[in-house]
């Protein structure tokens, strides 16, 4: 497919952020978005980078009834050098076309969605953020356009890439965090749609998060669905306790989602010697290892924060300590080492790095 590249005329672009260290998180957009349709009868087509403009949907749209709406989270990140890096895109593509498999939706080409993001990227690569641990945040998304009421795959879709500069995901920045666990509320369940990155998911945290927020806790720590005692996720992102000199993750079992950086941390772990586990762990044996001291840290893993560590947790009407509230050792190197990674300021031995403009 050729692409179109329709530019926003210089004296038209908006101003960029004078200070850098304030850019916070999805506040501000970019120049220009990248735009493709798709229909039964046409497939993929009309690929073009254009200016940022509002969407025109029709109020029977049927992504605003249905809920087939999908999307991803990615960051391109200015090296030292001036090149521009993207970090194991192949497998946020794929991870795309896994949700878009499981909500009946169209696949997107690797290739094709490479050759878009490298145009969208090359038309706005001014606003790509130079001050250390700021980057380009990209939200391509697909959502069910077709005119028409009645519960069916629609016919025909949008697929549209965003871009935000952006620096730490939370207010706290690389500090501890607090986490707060619920047992009335879930966020999805066995035989459902937990390892999509579907809007359904998010809409369905909301209600516990608010709880959550009232409550002084940054992020909800969701239980399983059917006995509400093992660990899944902590609000958008994976979650990682060391215990005992081990490092454990829930297993993929299709009710959470199969985080690129879940993926990277586990694998450098690994590299280190680090024993690592993927298993269900329970509410009591969390408590369990508080409470005689072999909880050593827990840290949160995801696109957005990269990692963020856990200093405090509420569970049954108390509030827990761990690590004393500070950033762990295992914590701090993992962080660090996979920024150092997404720069170009380390060697990537695992191929991760993707260098898209010189």
Known sequence: ???????????????????????????????????MTWSSDQGWHGGAVEPY??????????????????FEGMKAYRGENGGVFLFRPA??????????????????????????????????????????????YIRPTMIATEHALGVHPANEYLFFIIMSPVGAYYAEGFSPTKIFVTEDYIR??????????????????????????KMGYTQVLWLDAIERKYVEEVGTSNIFFIIDNELIT???????????????????????????????????????????????????????????????IYYRNREYTIAGGKIGGVTNRLYHDILNIQYGKKDDPFGWRVKILA
């Not at 403009?53 to 999908?70: S, V």
């Not at 490479?114 to 001050?131: E, F, G, Q, S, Y």
Request: aromatic share 6%; proline share 6%; with cysteine.
């Open 53 to 70: 403009r509002p969407l025109q949907l029709d109020p029977t749209a049927m992504c605003l009834h249905y809920g087939q709406e999908i």
């Open 1 to 35: 497919m050729e692409i179109k590249v329709i530019e926003v005329a210089p004296e038209k672009r908006k101003a960029k952020p004078q200070d850098e260290t304030q850019l916070g998180f999805g506040k501000i957009f970019t120049d220009h978005f990248f735009t």
């Open 188 to 213: 999805s369940a066995p035989g459902g749609i937990g390892y999509c990155k579907a809007a359904g998911n998010y809409a369905a945290s909301l209600y516990a998060g608010e709880i959550a927020k």
């Open 250 to 312: 829930p297993p993929l079992s299709g009710s959470i989602l199969p985080g690129v950086t879940r993926n990277s941390v586990l694998q450098l772990a690994k590299s280190w010697g680090i024993r690592v586990s993927e298993r269900r762990l329970s509410m009591d044996e969390i408590i369990k290892a508080i409470d005689n001291g072999k909880l050593q840290e827990a840290f949160a893993s995801g696109t957005a924060a990269v990692v963020s560590p856990v200093g405090w």
């Open 91 to 136: 497998e946020n593509i794929q991870r795309m076309n896994n949700s878009a498999e499981r909500l009946c939706m169209p696949r997107i080409d690797e290739k094709l969605f490479m050759d878009a993001l490298a145009k969208l990227l090359a038309v706005d690569t001014d606003w790509i953020p130079r001050t250390e641990g700021s980057s380009l």
